[in-house]
């Protein structure tokens, strides 16, 4: 199984008065990296919705605080895909400083569920998002 | 002319590491002053986009920082609408600290055009906006 | 126990482009109600800070996500302190529409730490949050 | 004179319901490119904060929306610094939709202040600032 690494760098808008990063926006990082980790199969969540008329939905995140992260910092996000059956799938993700291997500032489990835009009920997942998953698990 | 008055708490969100409000999220403040107030003109902006198909869209901002604002800090936007023509509309807002009259924060002014939600193209204000600020100017 | 309620309205600012709230902007909601929360128990963040060196860093969430909130929304935060121990604490937190009882939209609980501001090593909890927390859970 | 350019890509944290960028992101993203400008002439505010004491405070913004981005565009964000003499500068800056001279979405005009970080009050910029500024308008 492979991982995949996005970068993020800590600006002003993501800390806080605390001189940290404020803990919901990890959750912006995280998502980020998965919809690049998306995108790398060839899944754009905009063309997703236009031509498919499906979104992707969070249905529950369980997060982690660990070490803090501060301004300038350079984080890498790393992003392995889950299988969880035909309508859902879930992300586990690190977040560590300047390196995999470095300071592990944060760890989550984010469950993600396909939805039709419209009516909001759940979708078999597109056979790329399928087809990657499974050959990511292989 | 009367001004209408809302009221912002700051909290982490807000801040950054400076251990001042964010300078963009001032925006948000007074967007959500300016949505109060159309909302006592009887205006709904979720409504008005499903109904009509109208949405209002920001095209500019000219925002000077005059002092800071701190977490916990209690402020008070004011927002005045201003008549600009049949397509457009625009508010003067300012942010005290405490009370109107008090520490003066921040100063903004900003236009606003109403849009097609379908095609992005100018439409005219909805009616009950037009009378609104036609009575504001009185 | 006596549960605590925070109203938010939701706004431009806390939508993304599939109409509904974005999902990392609960944690924001979440803790604007814990903010006030201990604000009623006299605890001025802000305050701790400056005079006792002290802050609160959240430490873990978990958040399930059951309906979607939208644009101009009324909700109803609740928000459960939880004992647990000297030097950190949790909260229930339940997303609710227009009243608590209505449409459940989102459930967390979340922990969190006292820590110094300077070293952000563990800390006692305040006294006077400990016993707001013993009076509550009584 | 040189212009210094920074990608930004559109995530869903950057939309809103109206399905585009919301209109204080750009102030973001604009304070993205600023950062690694500054970064490329040295400059890391992190360390400037804690070594010299100084920070930079936005004086104000004059911003106007063109034509709006959506999810998964990508953006290109230009950085022209300008003198204003020894406590303050200013940026010039463009948004592109996916290259410069392409689709021009926002301009804007950024007036900034260098100030201490204990006092707030305005201090001389650091010299190896004012030399980028005088060798980039040279």
Redesign the interface.
């Known amino acids: 199984m492979t991982t995949f690494t996005y970068p993020v760098?800590v600006?002003?808008?993501d800390?806080?008065?605390?001189?940290?990063v404020?803990?919901?926006?990890y959750?912006?990082f995280m998502?980020?990296a998965r919809?690049e980790l998306l995108r790398s199969f060839g899944i754009?969540?905009?063309?997703l919705?236009k031509e498919q008329g499906v979104?992707f939905?969070?249905?529950?995140?369980?997060?982690?605080?660990l070490l803090?992260a501060?301004?300038?910092d350079m984080l890498m996000i790393t992003c392995t895909i889950l299988s969880e059956g035909r309508a859902s799938f879930a992300f586990s993700q690190d977040v560590y400083r300047e390196q995999v291997g470095g300071d592990l500032l944060t760890r989550a489990r984010t469950r993600a569920a396909c939805l039709d835009?419209a009516t909001?009920r759940p979708r078999r997942l597109p056979d790329n998002l399928l087809q990657a998953i499974a050959t990511q698990e292989g």
């Open positions: 760098r600006y002003w808008e800390t806080d008065a605390g001189g940290i404020y803990y919901a926006n959750l912006k998502e980020r919809t754009h969540q905009n063309q919705a979104m939905a969070i249905v529950s995140v369980n997060i982690d605080y803090p501060r301004l300038d835009c909001l």
